[in-house]
């Protein structure tokens, strides 16, 4: 069955940096474009950013370009989220997603929050 499974989520200090994993399972994750979204409390999920399926074309919420890079590994399966320059903004959980057409899988979320 489909898995996604996302991982790296921590407490962080603002100005800290985080790397969020992505594993994916049950489906041919080469064929898919992969993205992150995050949902703040009381706030409704938010696309933070997204990779095409060969990892030539990325885009990121005006929020947080300069400060976050999406990657992706296509012989493991993986797709990461490496987060600089961490608000108390953006405080959320993170969610992984694979999309192709009208097939979209999630994952479960990760909670980042940042705070001193």
């Known amino acids: 069955q489909v898995q996604l499974v996302e991982s790296g989520g921590a407490l962080v200090q603002p100005g800290g940096s985080l790397r969020l994993s992505c594993a994916a399972s049950?489906?041919?994750?080469?064929?898919?474009?992969m993205a992150w979204y995050r949902q703040a409390p009381g706030k409704e999920r938010e696309l933070v950013a997204r990779?095409?399926?060969?990892?030539?074309?990325?885009n990121y919420a005006d929020s947080v370009k300069g400060r976050f890079t999406i990657s992706r590994d296509n012989a493991g399966a993986t797709v990461y989220l490496q987060m600089n320059s961490l608000k108390p903004e953006d405080t959320a959980v993170y969610y992984c997603?694979?999309?192709?057409?009208?097939?979209?899988?999630w994952g479960q979320g990760t909670q980042v929050t940042v705070s001193s």
């Open positions: 049950g489906f041919t994750f080469s064929n898919y474009a």
């Open positions: 997603c694979a999309q192709k057409w009208t097939s979209v899988y």
């Open positions: 990779i095409s399926s060969a990892g030539g074309s990325t």
